[in-house]
Structures are given as C-alpha cells and as structure tokens.
C-alpha cells in the first residue's frame, strides 16, 4: 500500500491540528489532582468533538458521524492520542456502535447511536469475571428470560470507567447447555438499573480506572438484546477486532520516544550507547506499529472487513512495546522515577511503567492474541 496521505487526508490532519490548537477547552492538558477531573474535561471535549461530528468520524452522517473512512479516522486518531487530547477513547463508538449498526434492529439504531455519536452517552464494557478473562467465553454472569424481561445475576470484574459510564455493553450467559462459545448474548444495559453495584478496583499506578460490577436480579427489557440470542461470541469477536487497530498506541509511544530523546539532547541526563540504541529501537518499532496500523485501515478501507488477524498482530505487537519504551523510561530517570518530585518530567513515566503491566493483560493477554493469530488468523491446527 502507498503509506503517503492524498490532498483531502492531508488537509484533514491539518484541520485535526488547527483544532488542537484553538479548540480544546483551556487547561485541557494539565495534569489532573484526580481520574474524575480528567473525565469531566473529556466530557467537555467529546461534546465539542460532536458539534463536528468528529466523535464518531466514520460513522453514517444520519447516526451523527461524517461518513470518513477508515484512512481519515486513523489521521485524527493518529494526532489526537500522539498530543494527548483527552476525550477521544470512547468505547460506544470505538465498537458498541458499530456492532449495534451491524447486528441491531432499526429501533435500537434510533435509540442508541445518536446519543454515542453526540457524546451524551459514556458506555463501558461488561466482559471479564473473575473467573473468564483470558478464557472469555467461560463467562458465568446468567441472563433468564422472564416473560418481557431478562433478569441478570453475577459479576463483571476489570470494567474500565464503569463507575463513570451510563451503559454498559453486557456479555453473558442465556443458554448453560450448549458449548461455551455458543451460549452467549449480548446486551445494552443502563448502569443505574437496580440491582447492580460498583465497587472500585485501583490499580497498582494509584487510579481508579477500573472496576468489580455486581449483578443481583436487575430485570432489564428483552428488547435490550443485541442481535440474535446466543450469538453473543461473535458480537463481541467484531467487536474487539475494532478495539485492535492501535494507532492510539502507536501514537502515544511515538511521544514518549520523541519527548525521551529531547530530554536526552537537552543534556538532562547521561547517554550512553546503549540507551542510544535502545531507543532506536523503539524508534524503528512504533514506525513498525504504525505501518501495521495503517495497513490495517487500508484493508478496512478496501473492504469493508475487520482485519482479524492484522488487527491481533497490532495489539500483540503494541502492547509488548509500550512495556519496553517505558522501562527504558524509567532507566534514563533512575531513582526519580521510582518516586517523582511534584512537577518531575519522571512523573509521566513513573505511571506508564507501571501503568503498561497491564497492556499485555487488557483486551486479551498476548498468549490470547498468538492463539488467535494462529488459528483464526493462519488457519493452524490447535495441537
């Protein structure tokens, strides 16, 4: 594939930069006294991001999106995750939306959809439970149907802004007698549905990112069912393929090498050849992430198709990057890093090192994602 933007892309990523520029709230890029002020800012970001219809870019214009395809989307994710904007990860219309667009019925389209794409609705993911995370689909968490109702018991557990989001996208079990990956629905859930409880879970970087959700007979409508009932695999399969294309990843990586080698040059810490050729390295593999990235929308762009096994490889291979970038980080800061003064440049660091353990955990551990590249992706035999 041709990797250089067209005339329309380039003028777009340099509109995505103006707007960086002068239309982000004030303030939007200082450092936070907690996760619930940085989450009040995103609001106030994804609502001006939706008077654009950028929220959900290549979403139709008639849910509140513009229509852009998969090479636009990557040139304003590419800029916004690369200078930090806040705001733009949003899983409603990163791969609830789309899945709703594929495997919803008209009248969920109408109720769902435009309140994503105008960044009225936060949405968070009902997936893991203590007992299926890396073996997703040995969920326990039961849904019954009772007349018009289902009625839902169990627990959710590493559910990212769960106490935050207004809905939930729910996977669990409505049939016990079938094989794991055949049992399986998926649904819309209000998160102040009676009967479930949040309890926060901290992370070992200090935020309450995270989640354990409890489920005790919350009665929710049939009609909240997404897509045929025991199909649920497969929605939340297309799903985490659009969760993977990692150009956010890449991004992220790309300014943390690039801030390391200015403080570097600027003489803040000793060089030697090893770090130098450390983070070459990692130079050469966020350009390696981002080919694959683009690659990847490339191929969304031509047909119309999730990459499954491209997109695998994307987040096996970033997830294990940004583990090396940031040890590499806290190498260069030594002992400031372990315990950063107020205002240290080690303190950004300090978090991603700590923070990145968890990448190779998220959204499927990196022993998941080669099992999947092997056989879903290269057709290989599981023995």
């Not at 989307?73 to 409603?92: D, I, K, R, S, W």
Request: hydrophobic content about 40%; some cysteine.
């Amino acid at each position: 594939m041709d990797f250089r933007l067209d005339h329309h892309q380039s003028a777009f990523q340099r509109e995505v930069l103006d707007f960086i520029g002068t239309g982000l709230p004030a303030g939007w890029d200082a450092d936070y006294e907690s996760l619930e002020a940085r989450l009040d800012v995103e609001r106030d970001v994804m609502k001006r991001l939706a008077k654009r219809h950028w929220l959900a870019l290549p979403w139709p214009k008639d849910v509140g999106g513009l229509g852009a395809s998969p090479i636009e989307q990557l040139v304003f994710n590419e800029q916004m995750a690369y200078h930090g904007v806040p705001g733009t990860v949003n899983m409603g219309v990163a791969w609830v939306g789309p899945v709703v667009m594929l495997y919803g019925t008209d009248e969920q389209k109408a109720r769902y959809l435009s309140r994503i794409a105008d960044g009225t609705d936060l949405w968070c993911t009902l997936y893991s439970e203590p007992g299926a995370g890396s073996d997703l689909a040995s969920m326990q968490t039961r849904a019954v149907r009772d007349g018009d109702d289902y009625v839902i018991n169990g627990q959710k557990i590493w559910t990212t802004f769960g106490h935050y989001a207004d809905w939930g996208w729910l996977a669990c079990r409505t049939n016990p007698d079938v094989p794991k990956h055949k049992g399986l629905s998926t649904f819309a859930i209000k998160m102040d549905t009676p009967g479930i409880t949040v309890r926060p879970l901290r992370n070992m970087a200090g935020t309450h990112e995270f989640n354990e959700i409890f489920f005790e007979d919350v009665r929710i409508p049939a009609e909240q069912l997404i897509g045929e009932e025991n199909r649920g695999w497969y929605h939340v399969a297309v799903g985490l393929d659009f969760e993977r294309s990692s150009i956010g990843a890449t991004s992220t990586a790309r300014r943390h090498v690039d801030d390391l080698v200015a403080y570097l040059r600027a003489g803040q810490a000793k060089t030697t050849d090893i770090l130098r050729h450390r983070l070459a390295e990692h130079a050469i593999a966020v350009q390696v992430l981002r080919n694959m990235a683009y690659n990847i929308a490339s191929v969304q762009e031509k047909t119309g198709l999730a990459p499954t096994k491209e997109a695998q490889m994307a987040k096996l291979f970033g997830a294990e990057m940004q583990q090396k970038i940031a040890a590499t980080a806290v190498q260069i800061f030594g002992m400031e890093a372990m315990a950063p003064r107020a205002g240290s440049a080690a303190g950004p660091y300090q978090y991603s090192y700590l923070r990145s353990v968890a990448n190779t955990i998220e959204g499927g551990t990196s022993e998941i994602q080669r099992t999947v590249i092997a056989t879903r992706g290269l057709g290989l035999p599981r023995e």
